[in-house]
């Protein structure tokens, strides 16, 4: 049975920074790729970013670009998501995700659904 759990969300002031964590289980991760999601109320679901496990290759959206870093700890099957220079709008409840499909290019974000989801962690920044 796999399980995604993410830890690290919070409340932070404009401009501050947070690091996501994620856990995963019962999973091959050479096989994966990994990516975090957010949606805030009243709003779509956003792919944020993603990485293939194996390769380490990354993909972020437009929004986060140069803010963001996605990594992983590959001794600890380990993902992070570290935000700087967090804005409001970056406010949303954040996801973990694994999937097959491949992050290369985005195709993560833009064919299908990941197979597996997280909790979420609820990341709130005020202005």
């Known amino acids: 049975q796999v399980q995604v759990v993410e830890s690290g969300g919070g409340m932070v002031q404009a401009g501050g920074s947070l690091r996501l964590s994620c856990t995963a289980s019962?999973?091959?991760?050479?096989?994966?790729?990994m990516g975090w999601f957010r949606q805030a109320p009243g709003k779509e679901r956003e792919g944020v970013s993603c990485?293939?496990?194996?390769?380490?290759?990354?993909y972020y959206a437009d929004s986060v670009k140069g803010r963001f870093t996605i990594s992983r700890d590959y001794a600890k099957n380990t993902l992070y998501l570290q935000m700087n220079s967090l804005k409001p709008d970056d406010t949303a409840m954040y996801y973990c995700?694994?999937?097959?499909?491949?992050?290369?290019?985005?195709?993560?974000?833009?064919?299908?659904?990941?197979?597996?989801w997280g909790q979420g962690t609820q990341v709130t920044v005020s202005s």
């Open positions: 995700t694994a999937s097959l499909l491949s992050c290369s290019g985005g195709y993560y974000f833009s064919h299908g659904e990941a197979a597996y």
């Open positions: 990485i293939n496990w194996s390769a380490g290759s990354t």
């Open positions: 019962g999973l091959t991760f050479d096989d994966y790729a």
